[in-house]
C-alpha cells in the first residue's frame, strides 16, 4: 500500500481521501495530468494487469472527485486490481487518534458536500485519459467538452 501512495504522492495529491472531502468533481484536486502520471506510474510499479483496472476504475466512476478516485484506487488495489463496478464513497472522514471517527470533520465534510452546489467537472478530467487509452465518450469529444 505504501508503494501506491508513493505514486498518488508523487504525481501532486494528497494520498488521504479525506484531504478532498466534500468539493465535488474539480480539476483543481483531479486533472488529466494527475491521471495520465499515475497510469503510467502503476504500470511501471505494478504491471500492465493494474494500467487495465486503472482505466477501468477511470472510466466506471460517474462523479469523478478527488475523493471517489482515490477510495476506487484503494479499493482496485486492495481488490488485485479487478475493478468492480460499485461507486466509491464521495465523502471520508478521518479518524482521531483513539480510532474514532473525527465527527467535527465529519460534519464540516458533509456541510461542504451540500453546499459545494453540485460541482461537476469528471468529463474535463477524464475524457483526454480516456481516449487516449481507447475508451470514447458517448456525447463529448476528447477535451470533455460537450458535442451539440
Known sequence: MERLK???RNNKMSARPEYYSGRGATISDLNE????GIHRDL??????????????????IKVLSATSFLNGLYELFNNNWEYNERQPDSIAIPKNKDGNYDSTIGMISVMESLFSCGRDDTNQ????????????QEH???YGLHNF
Open 140 to 142: 463529448y469529444n476528447e
Open 43 to 60: 504500470k511501471n510499479e505494478f504491471g500492465e494487469v493494474a494500467g487495465i483496472g486503472f482505466v477501468k476504475m477511470v472510466n466506471g
Open 125 to 136: 478530467i477524464k475524457c483526454r485519459f480516456l481516449a487516449y487509452n481507447g475508451i470514447k
Open 6 to 8: 508513493n505514486i498518488i
Open 33 to 36: 495530468q494527475i491521471l495520465f
